[in-house]
Structures are given as structure tokens and as C-alpha cells.
């Protein structure tokens, strides 16, 4: 039995697990890895990982946290501008799931509601037919991400909560995403409608780092943010008959397959 099946699987996992969850818990370990003494680590955490450390512009990097969320050359992620293509803000393992009187109902997981999820009844059943566009980061996975089209945005809403691993033995085990932290954004874009885009955070740190809270303009494909330590997810939320998902990738997320996707690919069409 793994450690993450034995804190979410066993009575007394669940005991320990507790406290694991909480935001002293968390900021205390984001203190540790703002540490210059926490540089010793990244050697072995980038080769444990496979992290091809050419991939990446290492200046400047003063702690653990700065490796972290450590920029990609650009020639790397290069980002399909085409307006009619819906675009991933983020590398990750998406799932793309439908969205039935107001329910995202993950394959082989806890079913959740949008208004759980946003904490907004009205703005949630905006989406109701819609699509929930669910990114899996790992820590292994590049950890800053854009804005997935142009728009005009709102200001952050910020909705503490705890700090739930988001590995699939976690979100078996209930609905994670409506229980961690989370920031979101309306954006009000041209091509998609009126959409969501959401960052959770996840066990130990998982820390949210938007550049711009504040109501404005938006451009797709401009860094919005990146995540520090731990594993993390974006959502994307878009309105009914707006949008038609890659086949494969909603055959796969039928499945209950994730796939794996980079920052700037094209994973639907505009209807």
C-alpha cells in the first residue's frame, strides 16, 4: 500500500491526514522551500523526475521554489493563436467532462456540482450543458500557465479551503476540487463566451501565484500565473454549443483516461 492509499484508504491514514491539510501545514512547508538551504534538493528532485533541466532558463534561482515554477525556453511551447481553436493553458493530464444539470460527474469518481465549485449558484448555471475542462499538474509537469484565450476578465475570486492531493487516489476518495483552494476568474471572451478559469491548489504548498488579481484585459497565450510546490489543476469552464472537444480526448476522458497535453496545444474547435 502506497502512502497517499494508506492516508485516504485507512481509519487511521485519515487521522494523520488531517492536519496534513491545513494552511499552517502548508505555509510552513512553502517557508522551507523559500530557503537557499533548500537548493540541496533540486539536483535530485530534477532527476528523480526526469526534468531535462536545457529545457529550461535557470537564472536567478535562490531556492527550491524558484527551480519550481523555473520558466520554459519559449521554442518549447509554442501557442496555436488560431481564434477558432480552444487552447491549454497549462501542460498537464486533461480530462474533459460534461456538464448535466449542473453536475461534472468524473468516471470512477466523486461527482461534484459547479455552484460547489464556484460558490455561485447564478454564474454556475451559466454552464449547465457546458464543458469542465480539468488539468492534472504533477510536480513533474511545468508549472506556469496562461491565460487559455483574450478577453476582458474579473477580479480574482479567492476561496480558501484545504490542501488535498489531487492524485486519483485522493479524488476517488471525494470531491477534492469543491474542498481545496482555489482562485478563479470570469473571462468574457469573443470566440468562447463568457468562461472560467480556475487554479486549485494541492497537498503541501500548492501556493497560487496570479500576476494580475484585478479586473482587465487579457490576451491569450500571456503568462497568468504560475504554482509553486505541489502538485495542482486548472479548470476550464465553457457554456453549452460553444466549443467541440478533440474526439480522442473526449473518448479517452469517457474512459477515464487522462491525456497528456502541453501549454499552447489545440484541444477543440469552436462550433
Not at 534561482?61 to 493563436?81: A, S, V
Not at 454556475?124 to 484565450?149: I, P, Q, T, W
Amino acid at each position: 500500500m502506497s502512502g497517499l492509499d494508506f492516508l485516504y484508504k485507512t481509519k487511521l491514514g485519515r487521522i494523520i491526514l488531517r492536519p496534513l491539510l491545513l494552511k499552517p501545514v502548508s505555509d510552513f512547508s512553502g517557508w522551507l522551500l523559500d530557503t537557499k538551504a533548500s537548493k540541496c534538493i533540486i539536483k535530485g528532485f530534477a532527476s528523480s523526475n526526469g526534468i531535462k533541466l536545457e529545457d529550461y532558463i535557470l537564472d536567478d534561482i535562490n531556492c527550491f521554489n524558484d527551480f519550481f515554477c523555473r520558466p520554459i525556453r519559449p521554442e518549447l511551447r509554442p501557442l496555436d493563436m488560431d481564434e477558432n481553436h480552444l487552447m491549454a493553458p497549462c501542460d498537464g493530464l486533461l480530462k474533459v467532462y460534461p456538464i448535466e444539470d449542473g453536475l461534472v460527474m468524473p468516471v470512477k469518481q466523486s461527482q461534484y456540482s459547479v455552484a460547489d465549485l464556484l460558490e455561485d449558484e447564478e454564474l454556475a448555471k451559466s454552464f449547465d450543458g457546458g464543458y469542465c475542462l480539468v488539468y492534472r499538474l504533477c510536480v513533474n509537469h511545468y508549472h506556469r500557465y496562461a491565460y487559455f484565450e483574450s478577453g476582458e476578465k474579473s477580479k480574482d475570486v479567492v476561496i480558501p479551503g484545504f490542501y488535498h492531493t489531487v492524485q486519483p487516489v485522493a479524488l476517488e476518495a471525494g470531491p477534492v476540487f469543491v474542498q481545496n483552494a482555489r482562485q478563479y476568474t470570469v473571462i468574457d471572451t469573443k470566440q468562447f463566451g463568457r468562461c472560467v478559469q480556475m487554479e486549485v491548489g494541492a497537498m503541501l504548498v500548492g501556493r497560487i501565484v496570479n500576476d494580475e488579481p484585478a479586473a482587465c484585459s487579457v490576451r491569450r497565450g500571456a503568462e497568468k500565473g504560475h504554482f509553486e510546490y505541489g502538485g495542482s489543476t486548472i479548470i476550464i469552464l465553457v457554456p453549452k454549443d460553444k466549443v467541440q472537444i478533440d474526439e480522442h480526448i473526449m473518448k479517452l476522458s469517457h474512459n477515464g483516461v487522462e491525456t497528456p497535453v502541453k501549454m499552447g496545444e489545440c484541444v477543440g474547435i469552436k462550433m
